[in-house]
């Protein structure tokens, strides 16, 4: 029993160090949100593309449910979801889009990641709903919250 014992803590010592070893050589892994526009679904942009736009014809939609909304995300954001009251949202929407007498020209709308439906759920209701009567753009946000965590580690 003490030589079982003996050998399965030699086996893990040896697999920490080789995962050790193989961390140094090799680094990290890669956690970037990859994104290629050319592969993207219609109306869905990478992050990348969003902030090559002026920052000031954005407004960024997060679509996750309140609780996320308010422990973080993009400062500035506007909470619409399919959770809530949808008329209230739109409400508080409307006037982040015309506050300042001047149409945000692109809506980016985001959840949790990429595999998130809610985004484009908020995205094509907005879209159908004002972006063709205001002129208005709106997008899904490829990656979600994890592409801007990615990119708020990277540059920080």
């Known amino acids: 029993m003490n030589r079982l014992l003996i050998s399965i803590c030699v086996l893990m010592t040896l697999s920490a160090m080789a995962a050790l070893i193989t961390w140094g050589v090799v680094g ?15 109306h869905h942009v990478c992050l990348e ?3 090559e736009w002026p920052s000031e014809t954005i407004l960024w939609v997060d679509a996750r449910k309140r609780e996320f909304w308010e422990k973080g995300g993009v400062g500035g954001a506007v909470l619409v979801n399919e959770h809530e009251d949808w008329g209230e949202m739109v409400a508080d929407f409307a006037a982040e889009v015309f506050g300042d007498g001047e149409v945000k020209l692109r809506v980016v709308v ?30 899904v946000l490829h990656g979600g919250i994890k592409a801007l965590e990615q ?5 920080g």
């Open 151 to 155: 990119e708020g580690k990277e540059s």
């Open 110 to 139: 985001f959840c949790d990641k990429a595999g998130c439906d809610s985004s484009r759920v908020v995205a094509d209701r907005l879209r159908e709903e004002m972006s063709r009567d205001f002129g208005f753009e709106v997008f």
């Open 49 to 51: 593309t969003v902030r």
């Open 28 to 42: 990290s892994p890669d956690r970037r949100v990859p994104c290629l526009e050319e592969d993207l679904a219609e």
